[in-house]
């Protein structure tokens, strides 16, 4: 093995110094584009967040007016839980290009109050009314209607 001059050393350790700030700079500016957005499922609470979770907008849409408060919160709870998911799972693909499967990565993970999008816990997406409606024809349907008591 042939010994590394001291200047050529310090040139490669400067290259690696300059490619890792640059990565910096790349991860910083497309974790600066994260954020993530939810809608209740009955579409009357809608929240966004940025990368780190927090509430960045709020809407609240006229169907809300009557309703009871403690409902009202736990939908726009339950949509910004949903919101910093989505918002994480951005969060844990750029730093997986960035740092690979690796200890920072699973510590990136770790502080995901809410975990992320994408961790094997989503829930399912609820049916749209259309996916729900029931289209078979009036003689099938009176014939064997559906359980409304379930």
């Not at 799972?89 to 990136?108: H, K, N, Y």
């Amino acid at each position: 093995m042939e010994p590394i001059e001291p200047d050529q050393w310090l040139a490669q350790y400067g290259q690696k110094i300059e490619q890792a700030k640059h990565n910096a700079e790349q991860a910083k500016a497309q974790l600066g584009d994260v954020g993530g957005s939810a809608t209740s499922p009955d579409g009357l609470v809608t929240v966004s967040v940025n990368a780190s979770g927090a509430l960045t907008n709020l809407i609240l849409r006229p169907g809300l007016r009557g309703e009871d408060p403690e409902r009202i919160s736990g939908a726009i709870m339950t949509a910004v839980a949903q919101a910093q998911r989505n918002a994480a799972g951005q969060v844990v693909q750029i730093m997986t290009e960035f740092v690979g499967d690796s200890p920072a990565l699973d510590f990136v993970k770790a502080n995901m109050p809410n975990g992320y999008s994408g961790d094997g816990t989503d829930e399912a997406e609820p049916e749209s009314e259309l996916e729900r409606r029931d289209t078979r024809p009036d003689d099938e349907y009176f014939t064997n209607p559906p359980d409304v008591m379930a």
